[in-house]
């Protein structure tokens, strides 16, 4: 698993929160900025592709994981097939964050 994915759900609850009807409304523009500064520092001490991953991971409204999480509760199966599709979870989120990213 991604280990920014923690700082990126964290940053994500922050964007989320900035959005609120009741906050500031600079708010969301000021806490876009700062989840750039921090992809650029991300970039910078884990390469482009981490960069873009958390950035992607925090802005994007098709996280991957939401909709899989989603799909899972839905899903009728076997416990066995279950856990088999949780596992192939992990996989396919070390290549991919968001449902678009997906051909």
């Known amino acids: 698993m991604d280990p920014l994915a923690g700082v990126a759900h964290q940053w994500r609850a922050a964007r989320v929160e900035a959005a609120h009807p009741e906050a500031d409304e600079d708010l969301p523009g000021i806490v876009d900025d700062l989840i750039r500064d921090k992809a650029e520092e991300i970039e910078a001490r884990h390469g ?9 991971r925090v802005m994007a409204s098709d996280l991957l994981e939401d909709h899989f999480d989603e799909w899972l509760r839905e899903l009728h199966a076997t416990e066995k097939t279950l856990a088999a599709h949780r596992q192939a ?8 964050t968001t449902v678009s990213e997906i051909d």
């Open 89 to 96: 979870k992990q996989l396919l989120l070390a290549h991919h």
């Open 48 to 56: 482009t592709a981490a960069g873009v991953r958390f950035f992607r």
